[in-house]
């Protein structure tokens, strides 16, 4: 079986009704990235970035996975599918995709303030839980924080995602707009013999001296056209 890696941004979860940061009207139109995506922000208000969260995490609750999630989890019969997503949110999962590798944490998953990576403070929120609090503390004493990477602080997961992306026979970007690193810098590490696709409704202007193969269009409609051409 070949070796289908995905890399997924805001624009995967578009069509499911969770808006994307920089297009017209999106989250970062909406709010100050350095109060609500950065540790100097949790600082200052924690109050405020909890906030930001919580009514996100709460979102997954009124929100499916649409038909490009749902056609990614179906690769998975013909495919070594390992999706590797910017996503917070967990619809890739709730599609069906069994090998997700969360660039930049999860919604919902809750951490220690102190020491966000040490596994043993972390936790999955029941989704009556969705609502932390000030107060709420984690494990060792310290305020529960969203388990989100945030601008500045270190991308953990970025080298496992690099090991299987060097294995790609095939790699999918999607729905992101390439801007933010270390994920955006994946795509160097993509064998050169690998096939590149590149599925958005809008131009990406991707710096990289390779063929890729642009599918113009939503990812419910581009997922479906991808499984067509590697049938
Ligand atoms: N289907 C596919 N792609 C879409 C759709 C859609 N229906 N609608 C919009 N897009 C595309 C946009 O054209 C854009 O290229 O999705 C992309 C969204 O880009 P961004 O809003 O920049 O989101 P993303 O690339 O995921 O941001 C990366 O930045 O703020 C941080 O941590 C945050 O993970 C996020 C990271």
């Not at 995905?6 to 989250?27: H, N, P, Q, V």
């Not at 969360?102 to 951490?111: A, F, N, P, S």
Request: glycine share 8%; net charge negative.
């Amino acid at each position: 079986m070949k070796n289908l890696v995905i890399l997924s941004g805001a624009g995967m979860s578009a069509e499911s009704g969770i808006s994307t940061f920089r297009d017209k009207g999106g989250l970062w139109d909406q709010y100050p990235v350095e109060q609500v995506a950065t540790p100097e922000g949790y600082a200052r208000d924690p109050e405020l970035v909890l906030n930001f969260y919580n009514e996100r995490r709460k979102q997954l609750l009124h929100v499916e996975p649409n038909a490009g999630h749902l056609g990614l989890a179906e690769l998975e019969k013909d495919f070594k599918v390992t999706v590797v997503t910017q996503n917070i949110d967990n619809l890739h999962e709730r599609a069906g995709s069994t090998h997700v590798i969360h660039l930049h944490g999860e919604l919902t998953k809750v951490c220690s303030s102190y020491d966000p990576y040490n596994p043993h403070f972390l936790k999955e929120l029941k989704p009556e839980e969705y609502e932390v609090k000030l107060g709420d503390r984690a494990g060792d004493g310290t305020q529960l924080r969203p388990f989100i990477v945030w601008f500045g602080e270190a991308v953990p997961a970025i080298e496992t995602a690099t090991l299987f992306v060097e294995k790609a026979d095939i790699f999918v970007i999607i729905g992101t707009s390439m801007n933010v690193y270390p994920a955006a810098g994946l795509l160097n590490y993509v064998p050169r013999a690998a096939e590149v696709y590149l599925i958005d409704p809008k131009p990406v202007d991707i710096h990289a001296m390779r063929r890729i193969h642009v599918i113009q269009k939503g990812a419910s409609e581009g997922v479906n056209e991808l499984k067509r051409l590697l049938r």
